[in-house]
């Protein structure tokens, strides 16, 4: 699987997290490698093995400086390429600078993300053009925050759509904590008809899964959400709300990184959106200053308040209900135990998310590239939500008819 993910263009850092021509260093642990991240004197990024090829010294600590990263062991200095630009410790007129090269990962910086690909050099994939980047950044906040799990019962989450009208409930109403459309009709449809009915197809980009609930006598309320090769997903919100993409790279086989994305595609983000997102109210968790972490985590149970969970809300947890997904999904294990599950009907994302991921990585073995990593376009999905006549079946343009029949 890790074959597979290496063939796409990965999400590494904020780009905010390296500022500025020769800010300082910062590490990166992804698909379980060590590295470090800088920005040259000339603005581009390099992304290095952290270990220094001349005795393994950690780079992190490493001086930035005139396009290079100089390891602080022995003075040894690196471009973003990888190339060993100085080695003041070996007489002048030594070629062995020549022949030492370190770990480089290419980079590029998209929708306030900066990207890497780790896969072999001739398969240089496309850049999943995804629909937020198309946005300024004003119509967008990007986030950052540590799972401790594997990357896969993070996505699970957010594919799962049954358990909406019960982890993020209230207790006897039909309303969401914590939600950014907590005052939408649309959302209620969720809370009310706790059986929705999934439907799943296969796309270009990965899978169409939609979400089928009883809204009146002669409607159905639909979500139309899209899973994208090879961690992300979007998550649909009712008309004129901000949209949801979540990107969830593996850190390791037991961690996550998860990039939060809520966009506008029509207008800049307002100064309470903004500041409901930074600072926990909305779907991004309150973090500990200064890093990524969230305070609300494994360790203090995730806050659950008993009382709370009696009186007023489904679990007990508050705040955001990104931590209400972030309790579940970490405390199944590091990684779950397929083998001791139980899957039903509302199961049928992940069963097809499922198949589809390890149908590509066996495909992979028999030399057969994935579709999706050479084709940025086939990513330009969006998904909906709505109300739909009952006779209209489940189909991929039903999406169409969902957004022409918006005010
Ligand atoms: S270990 Fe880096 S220069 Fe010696
Ligand atoms: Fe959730």
């Not at 796409?8 to 997290?17: A, D, K, M």
């Not at 796309?203 to 961690?231: C, E, Q, V």
């Not at 998550?235 to 998860?258: K, Y």
């Not at 309150?286 to 995730?302: E, I, P, Q, V």
Request: hydrophobic content about 35%; proline content about 8%; charged content about 25%.
């Amino acid at each position: 699987m890790g074959e597979l993910m290496r063939r796409f263009w990965v999400p590494v850092l904020l780009q905010e997290e390296l500022p500025a021509p020769d800010s300082p260093p910062v590490r990166v642990r992804i698909l379980g490698e060590d590295l470090v991240a800088f920005r040259d004197s000339s603005g581009r990024v390099g992304l290095l093995d952290s270990h220094c090829p001349h005795r393994l010294a950690d780079l992190f600590f490493g001086r930035n400086e005139e396009c290079g990263l100089r390891c602080v062991y022995h003075g040894w200095k690196f471009d973003v390429e990888g190339n060993c630009v100085d080695m003041p410790n070996e007489p002048a007129e030594s070629s062995f600078k020549q022949k030492i090269r370190t770990t480089a990962y290419p980079t590029e910086e998209r929708g306030g993300i900066i990207w890497a690909y780790l896969g072999p050099k001739d398969l240089l994939p496309a850049m999943p053009d995804l629909d937020y980047m198309q946005a300024p950044a004003s119509h967008r906040f990007v986030g950052k925050v540590l799972l401790e799990c594997n990357y896969f019962q993070s996505i699970e989450g957010d594919i799962d759509n049954s358990h909406v009208g019960f982890l993020h409930s209230l207790v006897g109403t039909t309303t969401v904590p914590g939600s950014p459309v907590t005052s939408s009709t649309q959302l209620q449809y969720q809370m009310r008809d706790k059986t929705p009915r999934g439907f799943v197809k296969e796309t270009p980009y990965g899978i169409l899964h939609a979400w089928r609930r009883n809204a009146d006598l002669s409607h159905y309320h639909w979500r139309y959400n899209h899973w994208l090769m090879p961690f992300y997903s979007h998550v649909a919100g009712p008309p004129g709300s901000t949209l949801g993409i979540f990107l969830r790279p593996p850190r390791d086989d037991e961690t996550t990184w998860a990039f939060v994305i809520r966009w506008h595609p029509e207008r800049p983000l307002t100064d309470r959106e903004r500041t409901a997102l930074a600072t926990g109210e909305s779907v991004m968790p309150s973090l500990k200053s200064g890093t990524h972490f969230s305070k609300a985590n494994r360790g203090n149970d995730f806050l659950i308040d008993r009382a709370l969970q009696r009186s007023y809300s489904f679990t007990g947890i508050s705040g955001s209900i990104y931590v209400q997904d972030m309790a579940i999904t970490e405390t199944m294990t590091p990684i779950v135990d397929r083998s001791r599950e139980h899957l039903g009907t509302s199961d049928v994302a992940v069963i097809a998310v499922r198949r589809m991921l390890r149908r590509l990585a066996r495909e992979l073995q028999d030399g057969i590239e994935p579709h999706a990593a050479h084709h940025g376009e086939v990513y330009r999905v969006r998904c909906v939500e709505g109300l739909l006549p009952r006779d209209v079946p489940f189909s991929e343009d039903a999406p169409r008819q969902l957004l022409a029949a918006r005010p």
